[in-house]
């Protein structure tokens, strides 16, 4: 295959420049080209003479054939491949060397490094050696340490075993002072070993050491009890020796001898109570100690100052037995004094409080209790009770025992006093609401209405006038004012001449039941808990209504039924106004015994006789025991209401009798049309001839013309209140119009011809209300006396209620607090 080719490109080779046809024509400037590099091969020729000096020179070829030159071009090529590559050969044999250079440093690292390893085997072995020497050393300093510590430590648990012979000798010497540093540390180092002896019960002899331990620790007590107890009998003796002045005048010489001696005692102790109380918070033992301390202390007090202080506050009861607020204040503050004097004095020598001291103070407020508590259960005046709560609410508890830690004690004593008083409080206020109010007996005074409203409006009248007089007079000295000091002045007179509160509502115008029962209630809301307030609140308003009620039914008999109702009303409106005030709730819960089911029960164990001793569920013994338990119910009372339903029924009943009194013969013939039955004619009744209804008719509007002056009048008399009065009047004069609004239309659906409606001459509704109007304002424009006064009285009221509002329904302004 190799063969063909060649001469596949012999035979092309020799077609390149054919004469004809030629494979690669050479163009001129390629052929011009060849012949300079020809030329420049010539010229190089110099150089590759040069070049190949050491080689050997051949004989020019000799190129016959195409394959002569072929075989020639390949022999050149090589040659030229061989010059071109020496450099390449020469580096390519440097790096020979090199590569062989490496070689051999390679051997000899490889000799170095095993001779390295040889080296490094033999220093572990010398270094595990070593190493194992240190670790011998070690374990040889850390066992000889260890034995040293087992022997400090057992030299040091030795130490409390061989100090009980030295501590007993040291708390038996007899120069030690109980008073001294020297001997708390005797203290502190038997208490250590204790400890120590109780930490580590274990041990053999710890139970026969803690013993001796705890005989140490007791001994060194009893010392200290002995030494306080000393101390505080010298102190005890130096105030109740007979040589010392106890002169209860003499208030500086009385302190200097109850409480200067143990304070001057105080120094001696506070080194030895100190260190106890510092023991007593983690020690019992200790802590025992200090309760006994204390209470030797307390008992000491007792007995120096318990008496004195008793004496001191029965002298202060018996020198204000009449005035017992005064005397409730001075034994307080006599108390109060002592207990400060007494915790001042305790401070000296504790820093703690204890149970002894509060039981010691204790037993002092119990001589104020039962110096006190005598007077106060035998007060009957409920200004004087309510007075002493107020007193021991206030003064002692609020400003001084809430704000003294010290009159702790006196508190208690302060609260049993309050509570004792409230409780004789509400038991007098009971018997003063029953006697005072329910069971009063009124005087004729106190019935006298409507004579007492027109006296106190006479009165107010005169001083009226008396204030405008007065008025007058300035004016005529300012006539030569400027303008506007004269319209100020004016000012000033219209605001005289303004309508003022009745004088019948000044509170000293009420009737006694009702101020007695606000002014009651008014004390006892400052004095008792808002439950207990309650309670008798409502009480005292159920009381207060009924004996208005009894009032008003005598004041009925005694005048008219409007004079009573009238004062019923204006009373209760005063009750419910005044009460509105109080932040409570008159409501109680009433609990009451419902025994119906028992009743039914006992009818149904009556008819069932035979099954008494029946074995089945039908036993009626069983059934009357199982369903005849009364059935407990529970009632809320609110006496705010029942004022409100008391008032209502009093004002429709009012409202009844008054248009009974104006309208009566209408009424009277309207229930007669009522009352007949539905087979019977209306016109066939001789009562209902159209000249008997005519003559009721014009009785009616009579009535309604002599009484309605009088009516308003008492109104005005007794309520005092415009808008109250309007509200009143309204419905009354609604129930007027109404009656007649009725029989006109009874007469237009009954058989009545349009000749007996004209007989009738009932007016119509719009005529009525101009009718009362006018009659109004008649009454407003003359004298007129209240309902069922027969003597005119000298002046009247100027008019409340003009005959615009009368007609336009709307209530005029008000000047009292008195409205529904």
């Given at each position: 295959m190799d063969t063909m080719t060649l001469k596949e490109i012999q035979s092309k080779l020799l077609l390149w420049e054919a004469a004809e046809e030629p494979l690669a024509p050479l163009t001129s400037s390629q052929r011009e080209t060849i012949l300079d590099l020809e030329s420049l091969l010539n010229n190089d020729e110099e150089l590759y003479e040069k070049e190949e000096e050491n080689v050997v020179e051949s004989d020019s070829p000799n190129i016959n054939t195409v394959y002569d030159f072929l075989d020639f071009y390949n022999n050149l090529n090589e040659q030229n491949l061989k010059v071109n590559d020496c450099l390449y050969e020469a580096y390519y044999k440097q790096l020979e060397d090199r590569k062989n250079e490496c070689a051999s440093l390679t051997d000899q690292i490889t000799g170095t490094l095993s001779s390295l390893n040889k080296l490094s085997d033999e220093y572990k072995l010398v270094s595990d050696k070593t190493d194992a020497l240190h670790t011998m050393s070690e374990q040889l300093l850390a066992d000889q340490t260890k034995l040293s510590n087992i022997g400090d430590d057992i030299k040091q648990k030795l130490h409390y075993f061989t100090q009980v012979e030295h501590l007993s000798q040291r708390l038996n010497s007899p120069t030690m002072s109980v008073n001294s540093d020297t001997f708390f540390n005797v203290l502190s180092k038997i208490d250590e070993c204790l400890d120590f002896m109780r930490a580590n019960t274990g041990y053999k002899e710890a139970h026969a050491y803690t013993v001796k331990y705890r005989h140490l620790q007791s001994r060194g007590m009893s010392l200290i009890r002995s030494y306080v107890n000393h101390v505080l009998n010298q102190a005890t003796e130096q105030v109740l020796s007979p040589d010392e002045p106890h002169d209860s005048e003499s208030v500086d010489m009385a302190y200097a001898v109850y409480f200067g001696k143990f304070q001057a005692a105080a120094p001696k102790l506070r080194l030895v109570i100190t260190e106890v109380e510092k023991r007593a918070e983690n020690n019992e033992d200790y802590g025992l100690l200090l309760s006994d301390i204390q209470r030797e202390y307390a008992s000491r007090r007792h007995r120096v100052a318990g008496g004195p202080t008793a004496g001191a506050l029965a002298v202060a009861g018996n020198k204000h037995a009449r005035d017992h607020c005064a005397m409730l204040r001075a034994a307080c503050s006599l108390l109060a004094l002592a207990m400060r004097d007494e915790c001042a004095l305790y401070d000296h020598f504790f820093s703690q409080t204890s149970q002894a001291l509060e039981d010691y103070l204790q037993s002092l407020s119990t001589g104020l209790y039962e110096t006190l508590r005598p007077h106060i259960i035998h007060i009957n005046h409920l200004e004087t009770l309510a007075e002493l709560c107020v007193i021991?609410?206030?003064?002692?508890?609020?400003?001084?025992?809430?704000?003294?830690?010290?009159?702790?004690?006196?508190?208690?004593?302060?609260?049993?006093l309050l509570q004792d008083t409230q409780e004789r409080l509400v038991f007098r206020a009971h018997v003063h609401l029953r006697a005072d109010v329910l069971h009063y007996k009124p005087a004729p005074g106190d019935l006298a209405y409507p004579d007492k409203l027109e006296m106190m409006e006479q009165i107010a009248l005169s001083l009226q006038e008396q204030s405008l007089r007065r008025s007058d007079s300035r004016n005529s000295l300012v006539s030569d004012m400027s303008s506007t000091s004269q319209e100020v002045a004016n000012i000033n007179v219209e605001a005289q001449r303004r309508p003022q509160a009745s004088p019948a509502d000044l509170h000293g115008m009420w009737y006694p039941g009702v101020r007695r029962t606000l002014a009651a209630l008014s004390r006892l809301y400052r004095c008792l808990e808002k439950r207990v307030f309650q309670g008798l609140a409502q009480e005292a308003i159920s009381l207060c209504v009924q004996s208005v009620a009894n009032a008003a039914n005598q004041i009925s008999?005694?005048?008219?039924?409007?004079?009573?109702?009238?004062?019923?009303?204006?009373?209760?409106?005063?009750?419910?106004e005044q009460i509105a005030p109080f932040q409570v709730d008159f409501v109680i819960k009433e609990t009451s015994l419902d025994f119906s089911n028992m009743k039914n029960a006992a009818y149904g164990f009556i008819q069932k006789p035979r099954q008494i001793f029946t074995m089945n569920s039908n036993n009626t013994l069983l059934e009357f025991l199982l369903e005849g338990t009364p059935l407990v119910k529970e009632h809320l009372l609110d006496s705010r209401k029942e004022v409100d339903r008391q008032l209502k029924s009093c004002c429709e009943l009012f409202i009844k009798d008054a248009t009974r009194i104006m309208v009566g013969p209408l009424i009277e013939l309207i229930d007669k049309v009522q009352l007949l039955q539905p087979t019977e004619q209306l016109k066939m009744q001789p009562w209902a001839a159209p000249s008997q209804i005519a003559i009721a008719v014009q009785e009616a509007q009579k009535r309604i013309k002599s009484t309605l002056a009088p009516l308003q009048r008492s109104m005005q008399l007794y309520l005092s209140n415009k808008e109250t009065e309007f509200i009143l009047f309204r419905p009354i004069r609604n129930n007027v119009v109404g009656y007649f609004v009725q029989l006109e239309q009874l007469l237009k659906t009954s058989e009545y011809s349009y000749d007996d409606i004209i007989i009738v001459a009932c007016p119509t509704p719009e005529q009525m209300s101009v009718f009362i109007s006018s009659a109004s304002l008649i009454s407003h424009n003359e004298p007129v006396l209240p309902y069922g006064r027969k003597k005119q009285i000298t002046s009247a009221r100027k008019p409340s209620v003009t005959n615009t509002q009368e007609k336009s329904d709307k209530p005029p302004e008000h000047s009292s607090n008195q409205s529904l």
């Open positions: 021991l609410k206030v003064e002692v508890i609020e400003e001084q025992v809430n704000n003294d830690p010290a009159l702790q004690a006196l508190g208690g004593v302060a609260r049993a008999a005694l005048k008219t039924s409007i004079d009573g109702e009238l004062f019923q009303i204006k009373h209760l409106l005063i009750l419910r």
